[in-house]
């Protein structure tokens, strides 16, 4: 059996192995006997009327009916449509875009005794195959196969993002135990200040001017990015008007080409003329015997001057052609030209997308700036801030473990499955 591994979800009956075994009612049942004893991985025979499906009689049944010795004389020299008839199985004809899934449950919703029988698959070009049940189920079954071992991954997986979450939950308890700590012994101390305070505060301030600068910074990188990139894109625009005319020049070229080949055989032709006007000329010579010197001489400048024309035509054949193939390879250096500046053009507006984000950023930064300036800070403030911190902390941890919980659900799986088997895709 083909290899099934690269099957996916999405996979339909037209990437299975399928057989093709068609024959016209009129054919004799001996023949579809002997193809069978020929091929017997053959599941079954298609049988037609006038380009029209008439119906499909599997190898099982055929054998069946052959093993009766009667019927072996009833059927054997007579028309295959005797015996279709005689069966009488209605054939299950699909689509060669049925997914894998929705041909199974279309054949186990037959009746029992025609679960196995084969399906004909009709194929974009209307050529009908023969698909074997058995393969339809392997393929089903592979694909199930695949889906397991990516759902094992992902457990695995979120079996160590568990254990990643719990290894952070010890770590805030263990912070937020510090900082109470700390809370009781601030209290303790009467609101003093201490130099770890202090250097608390002018680490702030140190930020704060960080801060700062570096929004001034992204201001500068957005307005010189964005005259970077209008200019870019200029350029870009300025290369595919010059491809295009850089095309319709090799056209124009081209039709010069043309012209001057054209022109090269009407001068061959104008040159057999001649060398055919020089032949009579010796032969009148030679008739003449030699008294007229001068018209030998011509005859012999004509045939000269034919041989030198020849030659010409011939060069200026071959440099047209040469010619036309540098106007070939120019045009194709234009069109790649023309697609390069297409792929910039895409980049820079992904790249102007960027800066619009980064100066919505910068326009956040510069709204919330005052009000920060304001802030001072105080021992017992400090303290109370990083505590509601470290106590968001342990609600985004807990949310975030819930949801990882909840990775398991069927819904989620089969989508991680789906994005995982098109990326196996070959």
């Known amino acids: 059996m083909s290899n099934l591994s690269h099957l996916a979800p999405d996979s339909t009956i037209g990437h299975l192995p399928s057989h093709q075994f068609q024959v016209s009612s009129t054919t004799l049942g001996q ?10 991985e053959l599941p079954g025979v298609i049988i037609t009327h006038n380009s029209q499906v008439l119906g499909m009689i599997s190898r099982v049944k055929f054998q069946e009916q052959m093993n009766i010795p009667d019927r072996v004389e009833l059927y054997g020299e007579r028309p295959i449509r005797f015996l279709l008839d005689f069966l009488r199985i209605p054939p299950l004809l699909l689509s060669e875009k049925w997914k894998i899934d929705d041909a199974v449950q279309a054949v186990l919703n037959r009746q ?27 393929a089903q079954s592979n694909i199930l196969t695949q889906a397991n071992k990516i759902i094992h991954k992902y457990r695995l997986e979120r079996q160590k993002y ?15 135990q510090l900082l109470e700590s700390r809370q009781r012994q601030v209290e303790k101390s009467h609101h003093i200040p201490n130099p770890q305070q202090a250097a608390l505060v002018k680490q702030a301030q140190e ?28 350029g870009a625009n300025a290369i595919c008007n010059n491809t295009d005319k850089i095309l319709g020049v090799g056209k124009a070229i081209a039709n010069d080409l043309e012209t001057v080949n054209r022109t090269s055989r009407t001068i ?35 045939a000269r001057l034919a041989s030198k024309t020849f030659e010409l035509g011939t060069q200026m054949e071959q440099i ?28 820079i507006e992904r790249a102007e997308m960027a800066l619009l984000d980064l100066e919505e950023f910068i326009s956040e930064k510069d709204g919330n700036s005052e009000s920060k300036n304001k802030i001072h800070l105080h021992e017992n403030e400090t303290s109370t801030s990083l505590i509601q911190e470290i106590q968001q902390a342990e609600v985004a941890v807990s949310q975030l473990e819930h949801i990882v919980k909840q990775q398991d659900s069927s819904q989620y799986l089969i989508q991680k499955i789906q994005q995982a088997l098109k990326h196996k895709k070959p």
């Open 207 to 234: 930020i704060s001017q960080q801060n700062q600068q570096f929004l001034k910074i992204a201001k500068l990188i957005s307005a010189e990015g964005r005259v970077a990139f209008q200019a870019t894109f200029q």
């Open 162 to 176: 568990i254990a990643k979450i719990q290894q952070e939950q010890a770590k805030v308890q263990e912070y937020s």
């Open 112 to 138: 029992k005794d025609l679960v196995y029988e084969p399906i004909i698959v009709e194929m974009e070009n209307r050529n009908l195959r023969i698909l074997d049940v058995h393969t339809l189920l392997m």
């Open 320 to 347: 047209g052609s040469r010619f036309k193939l540098r106007v070939q390879a120019l045009t194709e250096a234009a069109r790649a030209g023309a697609n390069v500046a297409k792929s910039v053009t895409e980049k």
């Open 31 to 40: 023949v579809v006997a002997q193809k069978f004893g020929q091929e017997p």
């Open 268 to 302: 061959g032709e104008a040159i057999e003329q001649v060398r055919h006007l020089a032949v009579q000329v010796a032969v009148v010579t030679n008739q003449m015997g030699n008294q007229p010197n001068g018209l030998s001489q011509v005859s012999m400048e004509i």
